[in-house]
């Protein structure tokens, strides 16, 4: 099974394709526990006010790629999750919004969400919630040192580019809306900086699939690499395909 992580966006012609994959890795998941039903998909949202709607628009961005069965739960700011959001389930989604609540609320599951993708649960991560997959999340700011790096809309509420201890699904920092919001900037910053050791700026409406095989670039845009040189910072890209 793998880690799906988009970059954000709403394209409803893309959906199918960013989706696709997990929902049907879902689908294996439960066949393989010989499981009588549409797979059980966990969608876990952190939001002020708009929790109910913004997992409604997960759900039915992600349908489009096959039947499920959502089981929501909807925190708000300064809530925490529990492990029994995701009992049962056969795929994980974990919504946008604001990364530092996404994180704050989701830090007491991390090790259960761990367990999970270990035993073979796909997990997405939709905006915030690619970001917070990272062993090393970069959470948001836009300065570093009280320079700007990046345009302030994408800054999370946060002034200096913060990275925090995320999930720890993967070894790379993950940047999101990069070409969109501006954000790849702060990811080449923040690796030239020290602050991550590199990492991928994911564009909107684009997922960027890891698990065992190849990675993939599935959507509408791409995936920027960056990677600390001896010179600097090389940046490159992978096109979806």
Do not use: C
């Amino acid at each position: 099974m793998s880690v799906h992580l988009v970059g954000g966006g709403w394209s409803e012609s893309k959906s199918p394709a960013v989706y696709d994959l997990f929902v049907a890795e879902a689908a294996e998941r439960a066949e393989s526990e010989s499981f009588d039903g549409a797979p059980r998909i966990a969608v876990i949202v952190v939001r002020d006010e708009d929790g109910d709607a913004h997992a409604a628009k997960l759900v039915d961005a992600a349908s489009a790629a096959g039947a499920f069965e959502p089981v929501v739960t909807s925190l708000a700011f300064g809530e925490t999750a529990t492990p029994a959001s995701l009992a049962g389930v056969h795929g994980i989604i974990v919504g946008g919004g604001l990364t530092p609540a996404y994180l704050a609320s989701l830090t007491p599951i991390f090790g259960e969400i761990r367990r999970l993708v270990a035993s073979g649960v796909p997990y997405l991560g939709f905006s915030a919630g690619a970001s917070i997959a990272s062993e090393r999340a970069l959470v948001g700011g836009w300065r570093i040192g009280g320079v700007e790096v990046s345009p302030e809309a994408g800054s999370e509420h946060l002034d200096e580019v913060t990275v925090e201890n995320g999930i720890g699904l993967l070894d790379i920092s993950v940047d999101v809306h990069a070409v969109q919001w501006g954000n790849l900037s702060r990811l080449i910053a923040a690796t030239e900086a020290g602050l991550v050791d590199g990492g991928v700026a994911i564009d909107e409406n684009t997922a960027f699939v890891v698990g065992e095989g190849a990675l993939r670039v599935v959507g509408a845009g791409s995936v920027w690499q960056v990677l600390s040189t001896d010179g600097g910072v090389r940046v490159s890209s992978l096109a979806a395909g």
